[in-house]
């Protein structure tokens, strides 16, 4: 099931030394910025999210592209907040790759019509994982992530006006490919996350918002977009999200355009 209801470009991108996920976070708590760094995330059209990368792009998910014309605000944990900002979308890029039916690449790329001002709006980028760091261990089973999101706290159940977030380990392709799980439907350009029992997870909502690991100077980078599920925080069934490390290449070569 698809989570969905209804500068400086190298420093922002590399960062040196079936069903769809529009669940809200499951099992997780509301975000406090003063603690955790928020303000690169964005809500889509109040059905998907989304993560500034860089002065005039915004990553998020190919199955969110229905929503691509609606409202993009960010600034704000509550999506109530007058203060949000709006952004407006000049064109999107959807990985040539993508395939709908196995949700495979399922990334996407907003091209936003003006620049944004990150010290007059107090807007970021956050940093995208690149395939060495991925090679070096950033995604590697077991690493504990971070999914942030307006999505349901359960399946099927409302969406949540403030930020939360959730943190999950990272799981193997073998255990992912299991019988018992999704039966070799995860190919490289997915991550797996969550735990054997369930309990915690991103849902309806969530879709194309980061997946995030902790970089040796503490920053987040952004190694995943949430993409699907089966239900929402289901046991042995963990959440899905888009591999940024396999899609790297396709988004310095569309920034640079």
């Known amino acids: 099931m698809k989570r969905f209801l209804f500068s400086s470009l190298l420093i922002s991108l590399t960062f040196s030394s079936v069903s769809f996920a529009t669940d809200k976070i499951v099992g997780g708590e509301l975000v406090d910025p003063a603690i955790i760094e928020t303000n690169y995330i964005v809500s889509i059209g109040g059905g998907c999210a989304g993560s500034i990368i860089s002065e005039k792009w915004i990553l998020t998910a190919a199955h969110c592209q229905s929503i691509f014309n609606k409202a993009i605000t960010g600034g704000s944990v509550d999506l109530k907040s007058p203060k949000r900002i709006k952004l407006e979308v000049k064109k999107s890029y959807i990985h040539p790759k993508n395939n709908s039916r196995t949700m495979s690449y399922d990334f996407a790329l907003l091209e936003l019509k003006n620049h944004i001002d990150f010290k007059s709006t107090g807007l970021g980028a956050i940093a995208l994982v690149d395939p060495e760091l991925a090679n070096n261990g950033a995604i590697d089973e077991g690493v504990n992530a971070t999914v942030l999101g307006w ?55 969530d879709s194309g918002g980061p997946f995030t690991v902790v970089a040796s100077d503490g920053a987040p980078l952004l190694v995943g977009v949430v993409s699907w599920g089966q239900g929402c925080a289901r046991a042995k069934y963990y959440g899905i999200y888009g591999n940024v490390s396999v899609a790297h290449p396709w988004i310095l070569e569309t920034l640079s355009k």
Do not use: H, W
Request: with cysteine; glycine share 12%.
């Open 151 to 205: 999505g349901t706290t359960s399946e099927n159940g409302s969406i949540s006006s403030m930020l939360r977030k959730v943190d999950v380990p990272i799981v193997g392709y073998e255990r992912a490919n299991a019988m018992t799980s999704y039966n070799g439907k995860i190919d490289a350009s997915m991550i797996a996350a969550g735990f054997d029992n369930g309990k915690k997870d991103s849902c309806q909502g």
